[in-house]
């Protein structure tokens, strides 16, 4: 079964940043691609980055292009998304999420998905 965990939200002021993590089981993490999401308040689910399995390949939403930096640690089996000069705009409920293969599709939110951790900037 595949679970996904993810943690290190919180609330930071603008300008700010944070470091989120997911912790994968249940699968190979190593032959999957895989991504982060958002869901704001009162919004739809927004693809935020993608990675491939190798971690050699990112891709970013043009909205956190420059300030997030997606990775991941296969031998900890593990997803971070590095967040930095965080927005008012950028608060929301934040998704790691799996594909069905080593390739990350652009704009693709999984439907494997956490059940997010929430990022609220604020000052």
């Known amino acids: 079964e595949v679970q996904l965990v993810e943690s290190g939200g919180g609330l930071v002021q603008p300008g700010g940043s944070l470091r989120l993590s997911c912790a994968a089981s249940g699968f190979r993490f190593n032959a999957y691609a895989m991504s982060w999401a958002r869901q704001a308040p009162g919004k739809g689910l927004e693809w935020v980055s993608s990675?491939?399995?190798?971690?050699?390949?990112?891709i970013y939403a043009d909205s956190v292009k420059g300030r997030f930096t997606i990775s991941r640690d296969n031998a900890k089996n593990t997803l971070y998304l590095q967040m930095t000069s965080l927005k008012a705009e950028d608060t929301a409920l934040y998704y790691c999420?799996?594909?069905?293969?080593?390739?990350?599709?652009?704009?693709?939110?999984?439907?494997?998905r956490g059940q997010g951790t929430q990022v609220t900037v604020s000052s």
């Open positions: 999420g799996k594909y069905t293969g080593a390739y990350a599709v652009p704009g693709l939110v999984p439907g494997d």
């Open positions: 990675i491939n399995s190798g971690g050699s390949r990112t």
